[in-house]
């Protein structure tokens, strides 16, 4: 499903590409430009409110791919994260257009730049360590911390869970924690002990 940031502005980053097909004839395309037609577009938000649209319909090609056009809707329709449904719609010049619904996820980061996989360290409430402390009763909880703003690859949080799964760290039971690599020739994380909770000092950046 197409992914559009929310209030999107730039109208390149927003194009709802759709098939005008006539309602009767199977597979014949119809002239979006034609004269006197008229494509209405409603939007159905994820909260369930109804929308008319106001945004720009565009034909590109009229030789070579006709009836194929796109929709740029106002930043206005693209207003509340979730699913959005664009109902389209041409009558006029002779024509009706078959209705097309075109589906969108309205997200909170620019898919353009940002993978919707990208964690925030913040988004991580805790680790638990299964390591050799807590088979001997003395084990605790460990939380990895960061600055909040600071933003991990999901490939660093699988290691640094990995490295607490097969209990390969040391220093569990002192003031600094290292948890390793499998292999142990590298430091996932290297976790000081504050309050009682681990904070992370510094992170393989690979």
Same mark, same amino acid.
């Given at each position: @499903? ?94 009706? @257009? ?109």
């Amino acid at each position: @499903m197409q992914q559009v940031k929310q209030g999107e502005a730039t109208a390149t980053r927003k194009r709802l590409w759709f098939d005008c097909l006539d309602a009767t004839v199977p597979n014949l395309y119809l002239n979006i430009a034609a004269i006197g037609f008229v494509v209405t577009v409603y939007v159905i938000k994820a909260d369930g409110s109804v929308v008319l649209g106001v945004g720009a319909v565009v034909q590109p090609d009229l030789v070579h791919a006709p009836g194929a056009g796109y929709y740029v809707p106002d930043a206005t329709e693209i207003d509340t994260l979730g699913v959005a449904r664009f109902v389209i719609t041409g009558t006029g010049a002779g024509q009706t @257009m078959l209705r097309r619904d075109v589906d969108v996820s309205v997200v909170a980061f620019d898919p353009y730049l940002q993978s919707s996989q990208s964690i925030s360290v913040g988004d991580i409430s805790s680790i638990i360590v299964e390591g050799p402390d807590q088979i001997d009763g003395g084990g605790e909880t460990q939380t990895p911390v960061a600055t909040p703003a600071t933003n991990v690859t999901l490939v660093q949080i699988l290691r640094e869970i990995w490295a607490g799964v097969v209990g390969d760290a040391v220093g569990l039971k002192g003031t600094v924690a290292q948890f390793k690599s499998r292999a142990g020739g590298r430091n996932r994380a290297v976790a000081q002990l504050n309050n009682g909770n681990r904070t992370a000092t510094s992170r393989d950046g690979s």
